[in-house]
């Protein structure tokens, strides 16, 4: 079976939608707008070709923007409505007037997350290669310092800060105007970050001690969960909620994730 699961009232109720489909990462961050990325799946019972698909009606229908045939495993979207997607570990970006896609990112390498932090910055991780760098839209790039850190996981903020999540190393901060990246303490968020979600001034990670918070752009972390273990991929609303998708369900929280149901 495919497809995605889609609530309207807040996880009290759920109905699945593009069920012909492997999909692999949703994204929700245009208003009013759902873009999932699938992969192929030629063979029974799918029998589809993948690509990337966009719905503005909660699900009910959908429509296709291209680069089927390949693997989607991340999407990210700019205030203006400008896609980005990786496909088979690559960057593209969806050029506006035709809706053709791009190829953008460094050649020859393999890209796990990717990210806008506005003003034509886009950052893109590898778990082997850490954090590429381009303040042009893609046109050149810069690579880091945390090279070989696996990378998993890349959030930034209005502020121009960055954040890479790791598998092993916790969290590493870079600041606007700064140089290179700064590895956060381990105790702050645990060592397997797997996911990071933004709420107003707060910021959220998922990880093996499962959701923490923090307000003040990293100094300080305040771990949330109440429900154990590791919480693999965490999402917020417009409204405060924080929702965190675990090996056992998923829990939801509507005051910023102090308290779950």
Known sequence: AGGIYISTDYGQTWGG?????????????????????????????????????????????????????HV????????????YALADGGAYKRVDSSGAWQFISPPNRQFTAIA???????LLSSEAEGTFRSTNNGVTWTGSDIRGRDVFAIATRPSGEAFAGTLGSGVYKSSPGAEGWTQ????????????????????????????????????SWLNLSTFGGSAYTVATTPDGSVFAGTGFGVFRASDTGDSWI
Do not use: Q
Not at 43 to 57: K, R
Not at 72 to 83: E, H, P, V
Not at 116 to 122: A, Q
């Open 184 to 219: 956060l303490p381990l105790e702050s968020t645990g060592e397997y970050v797997y996911s990071f979600a933004a709420s107003g001034e707060a910021l959220f990670t998922g990880s093996n001690r499962g959701v923490s918070r923090t307000t003040d752009g990293g100094e």
């Open 116 to 122: 806008l932090t506005g003003g034509g910055s886009v």
């Open 72 to 83: 989607i495993t991340a999407l990210a979207a700019g205030s203006a409505g400008t896609l």
């Open 17 to 69: 939608s593009l069920p012909a489909y492997s999909v692999v990462t949703i994204n929700v961050s245009l208003p009013g707008t759902i873009l999932v990325g699938t992969t192929p799946s030629p063979s029974p019972p799918l029998n589809t070709f993948g690509g990337i698909f966009a719905s503005t009606d909660t699900g009910r229908t959908w429509k296709g923007l291209g680069l089927s045939n």
